[in-house]
C-alpha cells in the first residue's frame, strides 16, 4: 500500500504540469489549423468583437450592450456563411490529420532528382505536377491515380511526364521517399482572382495546397517556368537551385513550418521582377 500512496502523491504532483502540457499542444494545434486554412481572420473578428463587448460590461455602456447581446446570434450565422470555405478547410483537415504520423521526407539525393527532372521538362516545355504530402493524409487524391509505388528516379519522372501518355496530364505523388502514385487528379483553386494566363496545372497545384498541407511543384507547359505552391500560395518561376533549397527547407523533419513559410515568404519576395507571388486573399 506505500507505493500506491507513493504513487499518488507523485500524480498530484504531476497533474497540473500535464493539465497545462495537454492543453497547450491542443491549443497550438487549433491555432496552426486555423492558420493553414487562412482562416484566421475569423478569430481576429470573434476577438474584436469579444473585445468591445468587454469594453461594453466594463463601462457599463448598457445600450451598446443590448446591440451586442441582440445581433450575436445573427453574427454566428453569417459568420458560418461568410467563413463557410474555411469552415469546410479546418473538418477536412480534422478528418484527415493524422498527428503522430512519422515524417517520411524524401532524401536531398531523391529530392535533386526531382528538381533535375523539373529542369530537363522546364527545357522541353513540358508540364510536370508533383505533390510532396506532409503531415495531412491525401489517400482520397492518390486513390485517383495510378499506383506506382517505385524508387524516385528523374529518368522515370522524366518519361512519365515527357510524352503524351495516359498519365501525363495527373500528378505525381512522391511520399515516404517513393514514387506512390501518378496520373492523380487535384482539386482545382476556389480562388477568383488567379492570373487568367495560368492553366489547370497551376490552378490544380493551389487547390492542393488550399485542402492540404502539401507542397507542389509545377512546371508549366506555355513558359517552362518552374514554380512551388504551399499554404495556399504559388511562388511563380522560380531557378532549380531555389527550388532545391526550398524543397528541403519545406519538407525538413525539424524545421517548424510557420518559421519556414515566413523567411520562404521574405525570400520569394526579394526576388527579381518577373516572379511572382499569388497569394490567397
Known sequence: MEWIRHFTSLYDFIRPVLDVAILSFLLYKIYDLFVKTQAVQLVKGAGFLALVYGIALFFKLSTLQWLLTTLAPGLFIAIAIVFQPELRKIIIRLGQGDLFRPDNKPHIGQLEAVVTAAEILSQQKRGMLVV???RINIKNIIDTGTRI?????SSLIVTVFEFDGPL????????????????????????QDIRKSFGTRHRASLGMTEQSDAVVLVVSEE??????????KLYYDLSPIEVSRKLKEL???GSRRGTVQT??????????????????Q
Open 132 to 134: 510532396f504530402p506532409r
Open 149 to 153: 509505388n517505385a524508387e524516385i528516379s
Open 168 to 191: 501525363h496530364d495527373g500528378a505525381m505523388i512522391i511520399q515516404g521517399g517513393r514514387i506512390i502514385a501518378a496520373g492523380c487528379f487535384l482539386p482545382l483553386s476556389e480562388q
Open 223 to 232: 513558359t517552362g517556368a518552374i514554380s512551388l505552391a504551399y499554404d495556399a
Open 251 to 253: 519538407l525538413d523533419r
Open 263 to 280: 523567411d520562404l515568404t521574405v525570400e520569394v519576395a526579394d526576388l527579381s521582377e518577373d516572379k511572382d507571388v499569388f497569394a490567397e
